[in-house]
């Protein structure tokens, strides 16, 4: 059951999220938006894992927290590179290029919580 929700919100809900990101224009003031959302992901994942040291180890939803931020942080990255590429080559064969590598990429976090229950398990 675990593994079917991760699998369902990393595969529908991080492409959803890249494109509803990379939606706007690649203008200036959309790439520092997307700056400030990683930024404030990121902030977020550390204040989260550096603050509250000693319930690291007892709270699943804190795990869940820190994993969540750096997945937003993660996808905001992606949409920030493809804001940038598009910028630099506004032809629409990079849009759609773009978009789909774009979106594949965000579902790299799952192979690495799939590699690592493989490598714990006996």
């Known amino acids: 059951m675990t593994f079917a929700l991760a699998f369902l919100i990393v595969f529908a809900l991080g492409p959803w999220t890249?494109?509803?990101?990379?939606?706007?224009?690649?203008?200036?003031?959309?790439?520092?938006?997307?700056?400030?959302?990683?930024l404030v992901a990121l902030l977020?994942?550390?204040?989260?894992?550096?603050?509250?040291?000693?319930?690291w180890s007892e709270s699943v939803?804190?795990?869940?927290?820190?994993?969540?931020?750096?997945?937003?942080a993660w996808?905001?990255?992606?949409?920030?590179?493809v804001q940038a590429l598009r910028r630099a080559d506004p032809r629409p064969a990079m849009r759609r290029w773009?978009?789909?590598i774009g979106a594949i990429s965000t579902t790299v976090p799952w192979f690495g919580i799939v590699l690592a229950d493989l490598l714990r398990s006996p």
């Open 18 to 38: 890249f494109f509803r990101l990379t939606k706007p224009a690649p203008s200036p003031r959309a790439m520092r938006a997307l700056l400030g959302i990683v």
């Open 44 to 55: 977020l994942a550390l204040g989260l894992r550096f603050a509250l040291t000693s319930q």
């Open 61 to 72: 939803w804190l795990l869940v927290a820190i994993a969540a931020a750096l997945w937003v």
């Open 75 to 81: 996808i905001g990255v992606i949409a920030l590179v």
């Open 98 to 100: 773009s978009s789909a």
